[in-house]
Each structure stands twice: as C-alpha cells, then as structure tokens.
C-alpha cells in the first residue's frame, strides 16, 4: 500500500493540453524521487499508444513496460486541475501520475480503481481545498 503525502499532491493546476499535464505529473514523480526524468518521456510515449484517460475525469499516466529501471521506488502523485483539461476529447480533472516497481503497479492501479471509480468520490478529489482533504479521501476509500 502506497502513502501519499503532501507533497505528492498538488492542487489547482492548470494545463493548455494533455503533453502538458503527463509532463507536470512526471516531473512531480522525479522532484520526489520515485523515477529517474527519462521517465517523463516514457510516460507521455505511453499515453500516445493508448490513452491514460480511464474515466469519470480521471487520467492516470505511467511509464511504458520498459520503463521499470528508471523507477526508483513506487509511488504516485496527484494533479488537481478544476478546469480541466482535454485528453483526446475527454476532460480531465484529476491526474494520477504512477511508478510502480514490480508487481506494485498493478496495486497502485487497483487502489486508484477504488477511490475513482465513484464520480461521487471524484468531485470531492476534485473540489479538496488541501492536501490533506485528499489524503483523507484516498484512506477512506482504500481502507473501507
């Protein structure tokens, strides 16, 4: 199970167009540590083979398969965009940014299935005034 912490999220984001926001969530996943920056490149040669848009305002850009060795420890981080942003006609509010080592991505991802996959659970991502607010949303629904 992943921890996030405060400064795995940042809110009120704002991005003129998908390139812009897989970057920002790569370059928040290097700043903490968890993936080398080549793997920003990776993440956005992933998004071009199948979008990472999965639903209810939700995108969660990750590296291809063969980006495992530029990742340093698992983790993910969250982009709060209120106005969205458009990723191949679906608007995206929130942006899960992932690096998972081994099988621990197939974990981070079903966690995230967890919490998003309510839109209920979504808008309160998405209208959270702090760090906190969102780290207290994801335990919720992680641990219920």
């Given amino acids: 199970m992943i921890t996030l912490k405060k400064e795995d999220i940042v809110l009120n984001q704002s991005f003129s167009n998908k390139k812009n926001a897989i970057e920002a969530a790569g370059k928040l996943l290097s700043d903490q540590g968890y993936v080398e920056k080549e793997y920003i490149k990776k ?3 992933r998004d071009q083979l199948t979008t990472t848009y999965i639903g209810n305002m939700v995108a969660i850009p990750h590296g291809t398969d063969d980006s495992k060795q530029l990742i ?21 509010k929130l942006i899960i940014g992932i690096a998972g080592l081994g099988d621990a991505h197939l974990e981070l991802l079903s966690q995230i299935a967890l919490v998003c996959s309510e839109i209920l659970s979504v808008e309160q991502l998405i209208a959270a005034e702090s760090e906190a607010k969102i780290i207290e949303l994801f335990k919720e629904e992680v641990t219920t």
Avoid: A, T, W
């Avoid at 698992?74 to 982009?79: D, E, F, H, K, P």
């Fill in 43 to 45: 993440m956005i040669e």
């Fill in 72 to 92: 340093n420890q698992s983790g993910i981080v969250i982009l709060q965009v209120p106005e969205g942003v458009d990723f191949d006609g679906n608007e995206v």
